[in-house]
């Protein structure tokens, strides 16, 4: 088997989405270093050529060395920040420590990434880094004061690197999953919430295979041709 001459870091490998970049990426022939919270839940993605570890995002000094470890595998090709932080509370009682908790989750783990990485890449004038977002950092909802701040700032804060970075040679996007995607968690909530009839359509969750797919196809863009935002949804789903 031939040695992976580029390298792929994932952060916030969770289960669904996390996992599912991880093996699309590395089933293309890429080293993957993944990361996350609670690093022995990696265990069934780690192997070949997948390496991993616990990560905590909101570290600058972590995620620093995290992209050290990848680039050291082999050069890092592409970055992918993919840190969830969705909560829904009242606003009454969102706390302090909630909306800051959040925001660091989110947005300040997401500035942190893309810095670190712009470090390695922007001296060879070649890269990709790529920023999980949401229907919340482009409508704010009710009950989602503190995500949708946190997701808002992301957007804004990858917006303003691409404008800065793109004339470098480094592709910044932002990928904006405007669903449901297809977990066990929101099955049983969408369940719960509108009853047994609310799966009828095979079609209203996005498989997590879905947004690997749309990495893939932002990965393999030209430059005469990047996207910087891209909105995906299921055919079904109302905006």
Known sequence: MTAPTQSVAVLGAGDHIGAAIVRKFAAQGFAVHAGRR???KLAPL???TVTGRSLDAR???DVAAFLAEAETIAPLALVIFNVGANVQFPL????????RKV???ACFAGFVTVREAARIMAPRGAGKIFVTG???GLRGNPGYSAFAAAKAGLRAMAQSAARE???QGLHVAHLVIDAG???AWVRTMLTTREGPEALADPDRLMPPEAVAEAYWALYNQPKSAWTFEQEIRPYGEKW
Do not use: H, I, Q
């Open 46 to 48: 780690l192997g070949g």
């Open 92 to 99: 009454l009682d969102t706390t302090d420590r909630v909306f």
């Open 103 to 105: 925001w660091e989750m």
């Open 165 to 167: 970075l793109w004339p």
């Open 59 to 61: 570290e600058p000094d």
């Open 38 to 40: 609670n690093g022995d």
């Open 134 to 136: 949401a229907t919340a």
């Open 181 to 183: 995607v297809d977990t």
